[in-house]
């Protein structure tokens, strides 16, 4: 066709072209010392995650039921800030913020409409002899409706990452410590199997 003829003679012209100048610049340059490629370009430091999920209940990871009817619309994003990756018995290190909506479409509060419920958090977690994950994470409940009073908590985390092996189900165990004046503490064990799902947009920076 006569497209891919142009196009090809077009490629072929170019490809003659530069190895004229290639061979130009060998030359010249014959009698200089090997200068070695440049250093790859460092990963980005800052990456970002967003999940929406639509559902016909909202039941907490403890198991309270919170609606059962209508829709409800989970809203989550945020931040992940890459501190440090390196050799040694830490081997990264990284800050997690972000922020959880929950709307629900039985609800028509004057105020707020369906938002029912504010989440936001910020943590830290570390890599630890490359298949253990160690974090702290501080979260706040929040009602915009004035459902519920705010609530303050603080989470240990300990799992082990087992993804190399052909059937991983990462075990995890989880501390939870209730922030304030009156402080309660609640352990679960949690065990579930890993499954991920991501699409890389791009470095933010």
């Known amino acids: 066709m006569p497209l891919r003829r142009d196009v090809s003679a077009a490629v072929a012209g170019t490809a003659l072209s530069l190895g004229l100048v290639c061979a130009a610049a060998l030359g010249a ?9 440049p250093a790859p370009a460092v990963g980005s430091a800052i990456h970002g995650f967003g999940d929406v999920t639509f559902t016909n209940d909202y039941i907490t990871p403890r198991g309270l039921l919170v609606t059962n009817t209508g829709l409800t619309t989970q809203i989550l994003n945020g931040l992940v800030f890459n501190l440090y990756k390196g050799p040694g018995l ?35 977690n570390f890599t630890i002899a490359k298949n253990w994950n160690a974090g702290v994470l501080f979260i706040q409940f929040l009602s915009p409706p004035g459902n ?16 190399n092996h052909g059937w991983p189900i990462v075990p995890a165990i989880r501390q939870s410590l209730k922030a304030g004046r009156a402080t309660r503490t609640t352990s679960s064990w949690e065990l579930s199997r ?3 799902s991501s699409t890389t947009i791009g470095p933010l920076l």
């Open 29 to 37: 340059n014959a009698s200089e010392p090997y200068a070695p490629p």
């Open 90 to 124: 830490i081997s990264n290190a990284s800050l997690t913020v972000g922020i959880w909506n929950d709307l629900w479409s039985e609800q028509d509060n004057p105020k707020v409409g369906s938002w029912n419920e504010f989440d936001w958090f910020v943590g830290l």
């Open 148 to 163: 519920f009073r705010a609530e303050s908590n603080i989470e240990f985390s300990l799992a082990y990452n087992d993804s």
């Open 194 to 196: 890993l499954t991920r």
